[in-house]
């Protein structure tokens, strides 16, 4: 799968680069919907809470193991193409892969030894132990399969990147567990295996990829005064925000909660997040767009390029989100009996995910734009949402107090980065977008 040249890529647009997000989606959502849907099959319920529990738990200490540093390079390499720059590119590759290797294997030893004091003291689910003992060995190979696809994305490889990052491993992991079959512990090694059959197709990629080495630069890039790690670290806001998003509700839940109502949030929200899997991807495309527009000063068309993201985000999403407003049963029922008792928290979760497809992209753009003093308070405020938030509602009520707090971190930062854009950038992606629109329809 090639997405064209590096020189190529800038050019050809987000409109024209829709086209490989489409065909990506075309993969990832039914890979993704297979994942949930063997898991929910043949775990049930109850088995399911507490494989999502353990999910969530690796999702937001995977982050720790990268602290931004898939972003950091996304940005590096964008920008170095932009300015005809290659002779870095391969040092700040290595650097970020070497970097995330040791703090993944850090995290990933803290997780086996603090598995005993997580499952019987924090979540008060003892049986839980082995389980997260297992998920420690997920960690470094998702991790380096997410640094790859940073990579991939800011030499403009797009659909590669989101083949490594989003549909490839849980295609794997289908594939193997259509023939073995599935249970807790067979389910998390099985996860650690496909994301490292991912890291190495995506190598293999990463190594095509790459410019000639010796490559002269056409335009000198600027003096860096930060380190790879300062950029990581500047971007880790977002990185965390994201992933506690998707993982910190679970977990809290699973606090507050019987296994039972973590299983029937954590498949509603997971189908809610099969619009989140178009959003990311077309946040993905558009990152290194918009840092190659800003490094060049080409703030009229960084502003149609995040009005082109809102509305492909838009047209590709709100046909799903209608049907998990009009239909929640009929969709959480085919993942197994029992679940259909999940169709009020869809519905409250979908409607967050209409507010995530009216502000896409836009807090990557801050991220991509060197913006990350506002990026960062803007997260810092959303979290504060997410956690207050689903801490008060979800011990009152349950489940569906928890979808409320998603829903409401989801509007606070897709709508506040929307706000900050505008006074910080002098962007108005909705009024380009409508403009467009109106332009459309009188022609």
Not at 10 to 21: D, E, H, K, M, N
Not at 214 to 228: E, T
Not at 419 to 443: I, K, M, N, Q
């Amino acid at each position: 799968m090639n997405d064209g040249g590096a020189k190529a890529a800038p050019r050809r647009g987000l409109v024209g680069g829709a086209l490989v997000t489409i065909a990506v989606r075309g993969i990832d959502l039914p890979s993704r919907y297979g994942f949930h849907l063997l898991v929910a099959a043949a775990l049930g319920v109850e088995q399911a809470g507490r494989f999502y529990i353990i999910y969530s738990a690796v999702a937001a200490l995977s982050g720790l193991g990268r602290v931004g540093l898939d972003r950091a390079l996304t940005r590096r390499l964008a920008v170095a193409l932009a300015h005809g720059d290659t002779r870095q590119i391969r040092p700040v590759l290595l650097r970020g892969l070497a970097l995330a290797t040791l703090l993944s294997l850090l995290v990933g030893l803290l997780l086996y030894a603090a598995a005993p004091l997580l499952a019987r003291d924090l979540l008060g689910k003892p049986a839980l132990t082995e389980p997260l003992r297992l998920a420690a060995f997920i960690l470094l190979p998702q991790n380096l399969s997410t640094m790859v696809a940073g990579a991939l994305a800011g030499l403009h490889r797009v659909g590669q990147s989101q083949m490594i990052y989003s549909w490839l491993w849980p295609s794997l992991f289908c594939a193997v567990a259509l023939i073995t079959g599935l249970t807790l512990p067979g389910a998390l090694l099985l996860m650690a295996l496909a994301f490292l059959a991912a890291t190495l197709i995506g190598a293999i990629l990463l190594l095509r990829a790459l410019p000639p080495a010796h490559a002269a630069a056409h335009q000198a890039l600027p003096a860096r005064a930060h380190s790879l790690m300062h950029d990581g670290w500047a971007l880790f806001s977002l990185e965390m925000t994201q992933l506690l998003i998707t993982s910190a509700p679970v977990l809290i839940l699973g606090m507050l909660a019987d296994s039972r109502a973590v299983g029937l949030f954590s498949l509603a929200w997971r189908i809610a997040l099969l619009v989140n899997i178009v959003v990311s991807g077309i946040a993905a495309m558009a990152s290194p767009r918009y840092a190659a527009l800003h490094a060049k000063n080409q703030a009229g068309d960084l502003n149609r390029a995040a009005a082109q993201a809102i509305g492909l985000s838009l047209l590709l999403t709100l046909p799903a989100v209608a049907l998990m407003l009009a239909a929640p049963a009929l969709l959480l029922g085919m993942l197994g009996h029992g679940f259909a008792d999940g169709a009020g928290l869809l519905r409250i979760l979908a409607l967050g995910q209409i507010l995530a497809a009216a502000s896409a992209s836009m807090p990557d753009l801050l991220g991509m734009t060197g913006h990350r003093a506002a990026l960062r308070r803007l997260n810092l405020l959303s979290l504060a949402v997410l956690l207050l938030g689903t801490l008060a509602l979800a011990r009152f009520y349950g489940a569906a107090g928890t979808a409320w707090a998603v829903s409401l971190s989801i509007a606070v930062n897709g709508l506040g980065a929307l706000v900050l854009a505008r006074r910080d950038l002098g962007l108005a992606p909705w009024r380009a977008l409508t403009g467009t629109l109106r332009r459309g329809r009188t022609a």
